[in-house]
């Protein structure tokens, strides 16, 4: 069994060396005020989790106490020549001890498992929140996006911090105790040997973790090694990129790519191996010296003292243990060090910094039939560090109840434009007005519900379709799905499906699940806009992967889909805004040219030499045969 | 996993294990070298340093000589310092030669996926079968990771108990002296044999209590599948930036996400697991180890017993304690290996079903001549096309011919045909009926890599690798810089040694170099054009090459196209109809079968076909233009 913890602990610190940041890195909450802060979670999700800890402790040291225990005062009975009554009474104690103790431990172990996932799976609900919720713009920080990663991978299992935190704390309250028994025990035989273990011990530790502190140095090393190789497994592994390989019979590159970075990883593992090896040849060194010394002043003691062969094994084993005891606080509390960094990394990202106004801001209620006019004002903005605004000093007054389209080439800045309007960003200079309130002193998740959009990135959930459509699970308005999916375009696919609209979509989740082509995603996402029924409708690029014929039936049902409501219509297709009321044409973060479309041809400008560029083809013969 | 629920068969499970055994062995020997040996060394030495400190207290209860003393000390100094270094160098190798494993592990199946047919690639329930096996390995290990370590246990095991038989054997032949009356039925033999009997009982039973609480959790994992790959997908999928809009206006998380999570947590305080845990699962774990401990005080009572009948000095006390202890924790651990061996099998069965999964499509010899003059024709006679598992003809009796050189354009409606189409003349796949002829023989006769060879394609979901742009575009880690800038240059990507700071050697996106550059959609584009050109094959096809470009780009692309394709026979697909006009034949597709074919002006000019809907339906809005 000791042997079996030295294992353990060899692991474990390759494991806490493998897991947590870097110790010297500044962080904001030190050990004891996260342990307060597991408390106080604890305390709110799961009480017992907290008790469970030093219970458990209680009972793994008595248990390792009763087992070392046993064997000398055996010993020492029959060295005696104690009655058998006695030997016998000393068996059944230590037997019936440990049979209650083991079966203890075990059962206890077991059951507090459930509180510490409970409290971890609160962590991760609460980081899943921030991340879903906190203000659009810090998700497109580095930093934060760093600290988000981090969070997750602090809760990603039973090893991770967030739950090997109580393991942690009951090793370590367990080894104390053990330590506590084992000192009072050592010191009645010799105090300098307890000291001597101790300091041999504690410069064992030492060394070992200077080694192993090697590999946590040099861990981005080893990680740029894993990154190529993941990499290249995930893209050869997956559907998508199957084809481009066979076509280009890309296997040899791809291969000679992996064992490079295979390569490297064994160059950096010979690298880290003669380290722990080092290591290791000086702890058995300093092991050496310690059992040559206990064994030495115990002899001494046995010729010159008296001491009894079973005491002489008792201190054998005892100063064995002792060392693992000594070794075990030290580990475990460096172990909890480690883990104090992962949780403050998970604060200070649930108490990051928001730069919107959410909860705190003034309520903005919906009125049904009132009218919104959005209105941009002198509104510049760049995106950090590039220097270059994508907007610029642009005005824009988007009356209630009109069909605004906005065209432009890549690039001219025509999805920024609509995250300002739909407040997923501040402007850097100049401010976004609801009528003729600067948006930015209301609850910003009041303000999303005035929009609904479909945007080029959209978020599928593997969830039904009628799911899909009303972004909700409870209470779905289904006649209300069903009209949003005819007027889409959707009705006949969705009429095809096994299971209608309970039919789910996406495989990761259900294995009966149907996969969605690019068109009828495109189509869905479209569907989902129609049924929020919000004042105002954004559209960018909706009809990107649809066939002419159905590009040209959404353009069709535009203006039903647009009733009642301000519609914004984003396209690089100029043909595509025609039935719009005004057509926005964007160059470099500015509106160059306004108007309508045939406005905007007679003033023979960049839109209309644009549009002679698009037209050509279709009109040279094309229009003698029209 | 529907099929865990059967228990697998000993004998199978040492045969799937073993199967393991020589996969790994292929990959890395070294690895079961080192595990052995280290593993020897690991049960070996607490064997060592009880025997020989048995040896000292003997020699302290028995003649007490100091010399003895002190040589015995220093042997054991000695001894147990050899086999610790010899452990801590063995335990060396075996860290590289696992870390270095991990890291093979994915090759075999990289391997797999790489020797594929494309049509299993492409089936789902191949992708299913993978991410169950990733998933299993991610979940619990499970699979043929954890076949090393149950390598490493049974070695250990198997060490162990040989090694605790070698120092307690003589405790059953020591003999209870004669005049010690109440004890001699001691040295009858079947009192050794009645107590091996009982203990050997005793870890059976003690082992059956662990796998029967272990089965609790088994059941359970199973129950909650659907609630695991649940969390597994809602709790991470927030983090995807493409999301972060919809998430927020749509209020996903808030509505779906935590609605979800909350109604199919696998773990919360009330679940089944927890109730199970404080009554039978936790009653026959805890049964379990306290048995153990009966275990324990039997061997007290049986070796203590016999010492204090004089059977044996206080020094093998000693010995006979810690030997048979470790003995049963052998014992344990060899239990414990075969009953994991039995559930790690049926994960091993899904390792197997997809490694199994055995190629199909003709393997031809035929050698494609390479010919500078790109004399190529190919010809469709009556193809058929079902995707396997599915009954709806997706091409129907299609015929066609092209000529060498000619431009062609296929265009349709989504989910025509169209991309089937080229699958099939790059033979992704294989026809279902009729034939496919290159010079008038049948494709399939060809050798495989030899006929893809003729093929260029930028499909319409083209993959770039995260890669140099060099490497990227010629697909290998040496090319030619000059015919890489050109091809670039002939894609239409003017400015790219603006936005490629390193020239080719700028790695593509920020997934392994986080320096590379994050190309945007319609830049990566035009590099998939280039990575096209550079194969320099006879035929080049363009799946909606410009879908993801503006106007301007678009026309500049269409306007070089005919160049671009130079002497090569060029296959198009769009939904502009605008890029058709110039090719020499447009096939119309509708539902799977070819509807016409002709030139622009001949297909236009047949007023009720499916072209001239299409058409129409894009060029209305430009024709109203020229009117205003």
Not at chain 1, 124 to 137: C, D
Not at chain 1, 328 to 346: E, M, P
Not at chain 2, 326 to 333: H, P, Q, S
């Amino acid at each position: 069994m000791e042997d079996n913890r030295a294992e353990n602990m060899t692991e474990s610190i390759t494991q806490s060396t493998a897991s947590a940041s870097p110790p010297k890195e500044k962080s904001k909450y030190r050990l004891y005020q996260n342990t307060v802060f597991m408390f106080s979670t604890a305390w709110r999700v799961c009480k017992s989790v907290i008790f469970m800890v030093f219970f458990l402790a209680a009972v793994t040291a008595a248990k390792s106490v009763t087992e070392l225990l046993a064997a000398p005062t055996m010993l020492q009975k029959i060295e005696t020549a104690a009655p058998l009554s006695e030997l016998i009474v000393v068996i059944v104690v230590f037997g019936m001890g440990l049979f209650l103790l083991a079966g203890l431990e075990a059962y206890v172990r077991q059951n507090a498992l459930f509180g510490r996932i409970a409290v971890r799976q609160d962590l991760i609900s609460q980081i899943g929140n921030k991340t879903a919720r906190t203000s659009y713009p810090n998700t497109l920080s580095p930093d934060f996006l760093s600290f988000q990663a981090k969070s997750y991978k602090a809760c990603a299992d039973n090893t991770a911090s967030a739950e090997a935190f109580w393991d942690s704390l009951t090793q370590l309250s367990a080894n104390v105790i053990c330590f506590l028994v084992w000192a009072v025990l050592l010191s009645r035989l010799n105090p300098f040997l307890m000291c001597l273990i101790g300091v041999v011990s504690g410069a064992g530790y030492v060394m070992r973790r200077q080694a192993y502190g090697w590999g946590w140095k040099h861990r981005e090393e080893e990680a740029a090694c894993h990154k190529r190789m993941d990499y290249i497994c995930r893209m050869s592994t997956r559907r998508p990129y199957a084809k481009d390989i066979r076509i280009f019979g890309l296997r040899p590159w791809l291969e000679e790519t992996w064992d490079h970075g295979f390569g490297e990883y064994q160059k950096f593992l010979v690298k880290r191996e003669k380290r722990y090896l080092w290591a290791d040849l000086g702890e058995l060194a300093l092991t050496l010296v310690r059992s040559g010394a206990v064994f030495a002043s115990l002899i001494y003691q046995i010729f010159e003292e008296g001491l009894s062969v079973s005491q002489f094994f008792l201190y054998v084993t005892a100063a064995n243990s002792f060392t693992l005891w000594v070794t075990g606080i030290l580990d475990h509390f460096s172990r909890l060090h480690r883990q104090s960094l992962d949780l403050s990394v998970i604060r200070e990202y649930l108490e990051w910094p928001e730069p919107f106004l959410l909860e705190k801001g003034k309520p903005l209620v919906q009125e049904a039939g009132k009218a919104y006019e959005l209105r941009l004002k002198n509104v510049s903005f760049s995106y950090p560090g590039s220097g270059k605004d994508t907007i610029s000093h642009m005005n824009l007054v988007v009356s209630p109840g009109e069909k605004l389209a906005v065209v432009g080439l890549n690039g001219a800045g025509k999805t920024t434009l609509v995250k300002l309007l739909c407040g997923f960003l501040d402007p850097s200079e100049g401010v976004v007005l609801l009528n003729g309130q600067d948006i930015r002193q209301y609850n910003r998740r009041d303000y999303y519900r005035l929009f609904s959009a479909v945007f080029q990135d959209f978020s599928v959930l593997e969830a039904s379709v009628a799911e899909n459509v009303a972004q909700k699970v409870d209470g779905i308005d289904l006649k209300r799905v069903e009209e949003s999916i005819t007027l889409a375009g959707l009705e006949e696919k969705a009429g095809s499906l096994p299971y209608g609209l309970d039919t789910k979509i996406g495989r990761q989740v259900y294995e009966e699940g149907v996969e969605l082509s690019g068109g009828q995603t495109q189509r869905l996402m479209l569907a989902r806009a129609l049924y929020k029924q919000a004042p105002v409708i954004l559209l960018d690029e909706p009809t990107a992967a649809l066939d002419p014929i159905a590009e040209n039936d959404i353009y069709l049902k535009y203006s039903q889909m647009a009733e009642g409501r301000t519609s914004v219509f984003i396209s690089h297709r100029l043909a595509s805004t025609q039935f719009c009321d005004r057509i926005l044409f964007l160059e470099h973060g500015q509106i160059v040219e306004e108007g309508t479309h045939r406005q905007l041809l007679e003033r023979k400008g960049r839109y209309a030499s644009l549009f002679e560029i698009q037209s050509r083809y279709y009109r040279e013969r094309g229009e003698e045969y029209g | 996993m529907d099929k865990a629920k059967e228990k697998m068969s000993l004998v199978k499970a040492i045969r799937y294990n073993g199967r393991a055994w020589g996969i790994w062995w292929k990959q890395c020997p070294g690895l079961f070298v080192s595990i052995t040996l280290s593993s020897f060394m690991t049960a070996v030495s607490p064997y060592v340093s009880i025997w020989m400190i048995a040896r000292i207290v003997d020699e302290l209860a028995g003649s007490r000589q100091p010399q003895a003393v002190l040589r015995l000390v220093l042997a054991f100094l000695f001894v147990t310092g050899m086999i610790t270094f010899a452990g801590n160098v063995f335990a060396c190798v075996k860290r590289y030669e696992t870390d270095s494993a991990n890291c093979r592990y994915d090759r075999i199946f990289m391997d797999k996926m790489f020797s594929l047919d494309y049509e299993h690639m492409d089936s789902q329930g191949t992708y299913d079968l993978y991410s169950q096996i990733v998933q299993n390995d991610k979940w619990s290990g499970l699979g043929l990771h954890e076949t090393i370590v149950l390598f490493e246990n049974l070695i250990t095991a198997g060490v162990r108990i040989l090694g605790g038989m070698v120092l307690a054997c003589s405790m059953f032949f020591a003999k209870v002296p004669e005049g010690r009356n109440g004890f001699l039925w001691l040295n009858h033999p079947l009192c050794v044999w009645i107590l091996l009997l009982g203990l050997l009982l005793i870890s059976v039973c003690s082992a059956a209590c662990g796998d029967k609480g272990q089965g609790y959790w088994i059941r359970y994992a199973d129950e909650t599948r659907f609630g695991n790959r649940l969390a597994e997908y809602y709790v991470f999928f927030n983090k995807d930036k493409k999301r972060a809009m919809d998430l927020r206006m749509y209020e996903q998380q808030e509505n779906i996400c935590s609605v979800y999570l909350e109604r199919e947590n696998p773990f919360t305080l009330s679940s089944k697991i927890v109730r199970y845990a404080k009554g039978p699962m936790g009653a026959w774990m805890a049964g379990s180890k306290s048995i153990s401990a009966i275990l324990t005080a039997a061997v007290y009572w049986f070796v203590c017993l016999k010492a204090w009948a004089g059977a044996y000095g206080p020094g093998f006390v000693t010995q006979y304690i810690g030997a048979s202890m470790n003995l049963f924790l052998g014992v344990a651990d060899l239990i414990n290996g075969f009953s994991l061996m039995i559930s790690n099998g049926n994960f091993l069965e899904d390792v197997y079903e997809f490694l199994d999964i055995s190629n199909t499509m003709y393997q031809g010899s035929l050698t494609t001549e390479k010919r500078m003059d790109r004399q190529y024709e190919i010809e469709f006679q009556d193809v058929s096309f079902r995707y396997p598992g599915t009954e709806k003809d997706v091409l129907c009796h299609v015929n066609m011919k092209f000529p060498v050189g000619s431009r062609l354009a296929v265009v349709g409606l989504n989910g025509s045909g169209k991309t089937t189409f080229i699958k099939l003349l790059c033979r992704l796949y294989d026809v279902t009926e009729g034939q496919i002829l290159l010079n008038g023989i049948d494709i399939r006769k060809y050798r495989y890599e030899d006929y893809r060879n003729l093929f260029s394609v930028v499909f319409q979901d083209f993959q770039l690798f995260a890669g140099p742009l060099g490497e990227t575009i010629a697909g290998s880690k040496g090319y030619e810089a000059f015919r890489a800038e050109d091809c670039l240059e002939k894609a239409g990507f003017v400015n790219w040694r603006e936005v490629m700071g390193n020239g080719l050697h700028t790695f593509l996106y920020q997934d392994v170099e986080e320096k590379g550059v994050e190309v945007s959609g319609g830049e990566a584009q035009k590099i998939a054009i280039a990575r096209a050109l550079y194969k320099d094959a006879p035929f080049m096809i363009l799946d909606e090459p410009t879908a993801a470009l503006d106007p301007v780009a678009e026309t500049e692309i269409y306007g070089r196209l005919n160049d671009i394709a130079g002497d090569r026979t060029a296959v198009y697909i769009s939904h502009r109809l605008s890029s058709c006009k110039f090719c020499d034949i447009i096939a119309v597709f509708h539902e799977g079968k070819v509807v016409q074919t002709g030139s622009h002006e001949e297909l236009i000019a047949d007023g009720e076909g499916m072209y001239q809907k299409l058409w129409n339906a894009q060029a209305q809005y430009y024709r109203q233009a020229e009117v205003g």
